[in-house]
């Protein structure tokens, strides 16, 4: 039920690339046959445009990909003068090429070791093109609202929009905030932001299992982090660490295994942590440790941190769109591998049915919030609404039918209820099935 995905979430783009290409891109190109031969925005649109694509894509700028190309590496320090204004002109030059703006991942690296100054300074450059700027915020639990403050500052000096990523409360002793949360969105409106925010419909987020660890352990890059797992010393402080975590907020037995590669572990996707352990017999501490080890640093985790009734409330906040914050996935061949979170294949069609059983929103309302409302956020004029002028990017579905059936332990299954999939006026999806047709293209804002 999707015709345009909006990429480079969180940070992390496949551009811009100068000589050396990082190492999870050359992994990612080898595993999906492609060749990296691209270096810009530009030429990276023409390569998706080559290759051919059932639905439509819109791509942001990613704020690690920019630091990690200006630093060569993954720094634990601020940007030097050079390397900002070297990433504020890469920056520049991608939009002008059709980028549609930047994104940001305070919580990952090389993200999170960027000051408040670096992000205004980049949204600078972000507000004189009239651009559009996502951010997943440094924090989304305990120290939420600090986070939260520090890029509506960035926002407000640098006159830019701020749109905050999938918004939400982790962890329980936080989810009564919900109220001073939304104060906290309505108080940036007040001070003149344009201020906007995306949500998913489920109770768990996704990300490589490294996300648990303290910042200063992936200082210098994957296999430095790697290298400190195997330090007994630095893997006993680590593992306080973790177990701290665990008790204050997040319970082993909350957090789940998601995709992995090497086949002995195939056993543990969908399974929690807690039980992993239990059956190897270590801790579940080691038991983390150890795979992300064997992993290479790539073993992926689902952790349960929300309320249902929390995310209820955060929907109904009338600056909220829909998105899935999944991955672009295929139904069969190398992108379809792994075990991923199920909102990769169920978001649109979960969030209906919770309509149809739940009273979530009104149905209009649901639409609106998956069709124009993020549009009209992005300054995507073109899409989102049916009527003469319109692209003809239109799902057609069944309200009475409409279904998600991904699940935690089978994320992959495909939806029901929807009928037809119109991708630049032509069918590219009907009763469940690809027609074969790649309508789609990369969408280059002007």
Known sequence: ??????????????????????????????????????????????????????????????????????????????????????????????????????SAGLMYPPGCYAEQAEIQSLLETVSDCGAFFSCHLRSEGDHIFDALEEVVAAAKAARARLHVSHLKLSGERNWQRVKALRAACEKAMARGIEFSADWYPYLAWNANFDSLLPKWVYEGGTQRLLSRLRDPLLRERLAAHISELSRNNLPWEKVMVGSVSLPEHASFQGRTIAAVAQELGLTPEDALFNLILAEGGRAEGIFFTMSEETQHEIIRWPFVSIGSDGTARAL????????????????????????????????????RRMTSLPAAQL????????????????????????????????????????????????????????????????????
């Open 1 to 102: 039920g999707v015709t345009p995905v909006v990429c480079g979430i969180c940070g992390s783009t496949p551009f811009p690339i100068e000589d050396q290409i990082p190492g999870y891109l050359r992994e990612m190109g080898k595993r999906l046959g492609v060749t990296i031969d691209w270096h810009g925005a530009g030429e990276y649109f023409d390569r998706l445009d080559a290759a051919g694509c059932a639905i439509n894509r819109i791509f942001l700028v990613g704020h690690s990909r920019l630091r990690g190309m200006a630093q060569q590496g993954i720094e634990n320090r601020p940007a030097s003068r050079d390397e900002l204004a070297k990433m504020k002109r890469t920056l520049e030059q991608a939009i002008k090429e059709g980028a549609w703006g930047l």
């Open 332 to 367: 069969s061949g190398p992108s379809s591998e792994g075990f991923p979170h199920p909102r990769s294949y169920g978001t649109a069609a979960r969030v209906l049915r919770l309509v149809r059983e739940r009273r979530l929103l009104p149905l209009a309302e649901a639409v």
């Open 379 to 446: 300054g995507l004029r073109d899409r989102g609404l049916i009527q003469p002028g319109m692209a003809a990017d239109i799902a057609i579905f069944d309200p009475a039918a409409v279904a998600d059936n991904s699940s935690y332990e089978n994320p992959t299954l495909p939806p029901v209820g929807i009928k037809a999939v119109i991708v630049n006026g032509e069918i590219a999806c009907l009763d469940g099935a690809w027609t074969g047709a790649r309508p789609g293209k990369a969408l280059r804002r002007k």
